[in-house]
């Protein structure tokens, strides 16, 4: 696991910023999610699109490329891994 929840009250919760830091968190992410090198410093949860599709509608279609970034996800424990799909980001 790279980028564990912490304990906030009962619960875990991800990394949280200021809107300027989320703006600077965001800028700092490389890579991508059908290149399969998605990579962040920060502690924020990336959610990453699990679309894998090689055909659609008969012709061949590019890999989902969408991801999203949330501060303060919340989690019922802490220790948890913040990142849907770990394995499609890098944690640096």
Known sequence: MANLS???GDNGVA???TPAELLTQIDAITGSVSGG?????ETTAIRSSVAKSSF?????????NVYSVTQ???????????????GAITRT
């Open 6 to 8: 912490v304990a906030a």
């Open 37 to 41: 090198d998605l990579s962040s410093t």
């Open 72 to 86: 303060g996800l919340r989690f019922a424990y802490a220790g948890v891994e913040s990142d849907a799909a770990p």
């Open 15 to 17: 990394g949280t910023c």
């Open 56 to 64: 659609g509608y008969g012709a061949a279609v590019a890999d989902s």
